[in-house]
């Protein structure tokens, strides 16, 4: 139980090395390539122009790339483009308030970033879960065997929450485990939520697969740690069941 009390480490898409690289080293290549301008325009627009690499940083990288890059633009901007120039001492106090301004802005500018590359990994997400729904749908459209159109469940469903196993059981179950019902509803266990998903535990947790009114079984899920699953992953997984349920049906004798 404790095993699944604990929230798990949550995944980084993007490389924070790759990220942080980009932010840091961008920002000093930037801030030496207009070093030449900073006696023709305002610091205000150098300040603006560091927030780009930050950016890009936070995309690429995530949160933390994208908040060290955010104050490495805000100590290049100390250093190269306030006065003393190559010294981290601030004399005016408009410089002061500016440095203080691009690190606000940086950072927000960081969070920006990272929502929109949630945002794009969301999409792709979805698509390939959904893809896994037509993948069965059109093997047991085009006739396929059982047995291939079974393997495939299992197959789909093993990769859409990267489980251990995944287990077409046929006999009558006897032992109880937690169900996904109808609607993704995990049931029959402690929830335990991550963020905006709950735990699939890793005991095994069943899908009844059931076709026309007849019950075939049950798919029954077994995952080596517990699994972060959306509510779009659990329709996924049941529209996935009902599927090998209709199929069953169709190719059964009555």
Partial sequence: MDALRRRPRE????SNAIGLTVGVIGTLVLSVAMIPLRDHLHNDNMALALVIPVLIAAVVGGR????????????CFDFFFTLPYQSLRIAGSNDIASFFVLLVVALIAAEVGIRARRGGHSAREARSDLDRLYRVIELAARGG????????????LIGLFGLADCVFDTSPSESALPRLG?????????????H???LLPPGGVEIPVVGRGRAFGRLV???SEPVRASLQKRLVAVAIADELGITLATKSPD
């Fill in 11 to 14: 995944p980084e898409d993007g």
């Fill in 64 to 75: 933390w790339a994208g908040a060290l890059s955010a104050v490495t633009a805000a100590l």
């Fill in 145 to 156: 065997d059982i047995e291939d159109v079974v393997s495939s469940v299992r197959a789909e």
């Fill in 182 to 194: 109808i609607r993704g509803a995990i049931e029959g266990a402690h929830l335990v939520a991550t």
């Fill in 196 to 198: 905006t998903d709950f």
């Fill in 221 to 223: 899920l077994f995952a």
